[in-house]
């Protein structure tokens, strides 16, 4: 983003997740209004995990999208089998929450432009749609 109005807003969007978790009219209403900046800058991947992050907010009163997984993907058989293993225990003890997922979200937003937060940012965008019925 290249407009310093919707990085602050972002910033302050940010900051605020951190304090007080997902407010949701709050947070709604600033991810609308950080949506019309983008839309300006004509950032299309943004403007959209944007609008289906604050519908899938208002919906649901929270944020329920896992953080998208980081495999290796050129793992064999046997070490994936190995990674879910280690995978499982490591998720029975600490749970992500959907506040968690959001400020990663976010923080994918904020250097959109990196090819791997990019691709993570789709993920998100095909777990909203899938979330909310819709094709992708």
């Keep these: ?4 109005k919707a990085q602050k807003l972002l910033n302050k969007i940010q900051k605020d997740l951190m304090r007080n978790g ?5 947070i709604v209403e600033e991810l609308k209004d950080l949506r019309a900046l983008v839309v300006e800058e004509q950032i299309p991947l943004l403007a959209k995990a944007l609008r289906l992050t604050y519908e899938h907010i208002a919906e649901n009163d929270d944020f329920l999208i896992a953080i998208p997984d980081d495999d290796p993907i050129t793992e064999t058989d046997e070490e ?3 990674d879910v293993e280690e995978t499982e ?3 029975d003890s600490e749970e992500i929450t959907g506040k968690e997922s959001l400020e990663y979200l976010l923080s994918l937003m904020a250097d959109h432009s990196n ?8 993920e998100y965008v095909k777990a909203l749609k899938e979330e909310a019925g819709e094709d992708y």
């Design 1 to 4: 983003m290249e407009n310093l």
């Design 115 to 122: 090819k791997l937060n990019e691709m993570e940012l789709r």
């Design 89 to 91: 225990v490591v998720n």
């Design 80 to 82: 994936a089998e190995e």
């Design 22 to 26: 997902i407010i949701t009219n709050t």
